[in-house]
């Protein structure tokens, strides 16, 4: 080999030894100076403008601008809120100074306020006793009819103590001597050493005529007696069941076992029986229950049975019964 060729492979083995120098100063351009990617580069510039922006004394400016304005908003609504309270506070005293220099004719509108109210209840009594305060009596002719009708209510009253001792019991039996059906109301007055203690009130929607039935009442206050007073009224809406019933009573010495037919046309409503016992003819004791099926009636043809109970001694009982018909 000669000197030339010699020499050019020797140029030749040098150009190959720069070539990968090159490529490796090629990627060392590619990296960040700390050995990052160049995306990670740019990542961390992109975080570091944010949080610049975040701290930047422009920001906080604005927040602290809005929270002043906040502030100034309260304070003026508050400034508001408590003007109209001053007003309504200066306009209620201006009211309350006018209502004290009008005091005489504040005072007779009261009176005359408290007269109506009472003239008013004085006429509701007026429709229901038929005497008018002022004067004028209205309904004289109904009223005329109940008292022709209750003076041929005979009745019969009694009274006496509940076993317990802790309440009061009057019963009233009464018979219909009229010729047409009435319904009858009653009232007892409890006494006590001539006082009024109680009030209980009791109803006959419908008794026809020749018919006896029973009101009982009762009251928790001591009582020595009670008084009962009847009005009796004519009833052509209801019809009376009471004579289409038939029932058989076993004593058995400390109860009483009914079974009642309804051999009439008519349906009974609130059909009830009442069994009064008896020592020495005196009542001493009445248990009382409804006697019917489904919707507290007792259709025709239809029967039922009930126990009457009772703790006193007694040697007799009677029954009575309440009920009515519509159709």
């Known amino acids: 080999m000669g000197p030339e060729k010699q020499e050019k492979n020797e140029i030749r083995k040098i150009v190959m030894s720069k070539v990968p120098k090159a490529t490796e100063a090629k990627e060392e351009t590619s990296q960040h100076p700390a050995g990052l990617p160049l995306g990670t580069l740019q990542s961390e510039r992109s975080d570091i403008g944010k949080s610049q922006l975040v701290k930047s004394p422009t920001g906080l400016k604005i927040l602290l601008v809005m929270l002043i304005f906040l502030v100034v908003a309260l304070i003026v609504a508050l400034g508001f809120l408590l003007n109209r309270q001053e007003n309504l506070l200066a306009k209620l005293d201006d009211r309350l100074d006018k209502l004290a220099e009008t005091d005489p004719p504040l005072e007779s509108e009261s009176v005359t306020l408290i007269e109506s109210v009472t003239l008013s209840q004085e006429q509701i009594l007026a429709n229901i006793n038929g005497f008018n305060p002022k004067g004028r009596e209205i309904g004289q002719e109904e009223r005329a009819r109940n008292e022709e009708l209750t003076s041929k209510i005979e009745k019969k009253e009694a009274f006496y103590t509940g076993s317990s001792g802790e309440y009061y ?64 009224s004519d009833e052509d809406y209801y019809k009376n069941i009471l004579s289409q019933l038939e029932y058989e009573a076993s004593n058995q010495g400390n109860k009483v076992i009914i079974k009642v037919t309804n051999n009439g046309p008519h349906t009974a409503d609130f059909l009830k029986g009442h069994v009064v016992f008896l020592s020495q003819g005196i009542p001493v004791d009445v248990d009382s229950w409804y006697m019917v099926k489904d919707h507290y009636q007792l259709a025709p043809g239809k029967k039922v049975s009930q126990e009457f109970l009772t703790r006193k001694s007694y040697d007799s009982f009677e029954v009575y019964w309440t009920g009515r018909a519509t159709e």
Do not use: Q, R, W
């Open 169 to 232: 019991f009057a019963i009233c039996l009464v018979t219909n001597h009229n010729d047409v059906n009435v319904e009858i109301a009653g009232e007892a007055n409890f006494m006590n050493a001539d006082k009024l203690v109680g009030v209980s009130k009791s109803t006959i929607d419908v008794l026809g005529p020749g018919e006896t039935s029973i009101l009982t009442f009762y009251n928790d206050a001591l009582s020595d007696y009670a008084e009962v007073i009847l009005e009796a």
